[in-house]
């Protein structure tokens, strides 16, 4: 059995990664549950869980020196751009600080591992206006939260380059699906639209907050198609300490966006329309030439990918 572990793995899309890999393979999951919940993971006995957090220097030296891992994958973060802002020196600790012990244990004890990946984000890029972006675009940080997933991805490929330690670096655009959180402060605009679709189903009053006119516009990318990524980038030779923008290749309005899932499940959600927000980027969209090029095939249209999300949250 090849050996994974998995940090975040009870978020979002660490429980996806986790609930697909534990078929087959052992699965070890780290996750403080301060975003991520147990109950996101599948009942498997190949997967182990730890409630535990990346910062905890005596809980990972424990993990990374008595267990041999073929990969790893570094999902743990505080994912809320607003929660770095609200503050900066605790959301380092876990976006940066844990990343560099990581690297550190890893280049002690695991002498065979084949590969760590890093989850950056999209949020590096910032408010350049360049489309659609390339993995050498302008980084322009907006946010301790881009400021440290860039540092931390910097440091991540150069200690491929200079200790030998196999890393990669996966960049998120927008991902969606099952297990996203509508309460956690990051989450996805189309998590919170579901939550709002669930409301007006049960005959619940909504709305939803619109902020401008509804033409920014995002690339939305289903969690499934992810996944492909993240495996593919940990097991190609090619891949090697490079990152690489995961989304779709295509942006969506938000307006659009909520046309979608209006006609999938035949229901017209009120939308109410506030001013633009200070900050907030007008339109972002990946240049996935790079990840093309390691053999991945987008499965999910964004009509497909809705439709799949809605019918696992009982909508259609």
Do not use: W
């Amino acid at each position: 059995m090849t050996n994974y572990l998995i940090t975040g793995g009870a978020g979002f899309i660490g429980s996806t990664l986790a609930n697909h890999l534990s078929k087959e393979n052992s699965v070890v999951v780290i996750d403080d549950l301060s975003m991520g919940k147990k109950e996101n993971l599948n009942k498997n006995s190949n997967l182990k869980f730890i409630n535990g957090s990346v910062t905890d220097k005596e809980l990972m030296t424990e993990v990374l020196s008595q267990n041999t891992f073929d990969y790893i994958f570094h999902l743990a973060a505080i994912a809320s751009v607003a929660d770095s802002v609200e503050r900066p020196v605790e959301t380092h600790q876990i976006n940066f600080e844990s990343v560099l012990l990581l690297l550190e244990l890893v280049r002690k004890y695991q002498k065979d591992l084949q590969r760590l990946v890093f989850s950056s984000s999209a949020a590096i890029y910032g408010d350049e206006p360049t489309l659609p972006k390339k993995e050498e675009s302008v980084i322009r940080p907006l946010t301790p939260y881009a400021v440290d997933k860039f540092a931390a991805e910097q440091y991540v490929l150069d200690y491929n380059h200079l200790y030998g330690v196999n890393t990669s670096a996966v960049r998120f655009f927008n991902v969606y699906g099952p297990n996203q959180n509508p309460e956690s402060p990051y989450s996805g605009v189309i998590s919170i639209l579901v939550d709002r679709y669930k409301k007006l189903k049960n005959g619940e009053e909504t709305q939803f907050t619109l902020f401008g006119d509804g033409s920014q516009s995002r690339d939305f990318v289903f969690v499934e198609d992810v996944i492909q990524a993240l495996l593919l980038v940990a097991t190609s030779e090619e891949a090697l300490g490079k990152q690489f923008n995961v989304g779709t290749g295509k942006a969506i309005a938000l307006k659009e966006l909520i046309d979608v899932i209006n006609d999938v499940l035949e229901v017209k959600l009120p939308i109410k329309y506030e001013s633009e927000r200070d900050g907030d980027i007008k339109d972002s969209v990946a240049d996935i030439s790079r990840l093309k090029k390691l053999g991945y095939k987008l499965e999910f249209s964004i009509e497909e990918g809705i439709k799949k999300y809605l019918v696992s949250e009982d909508l259609v």
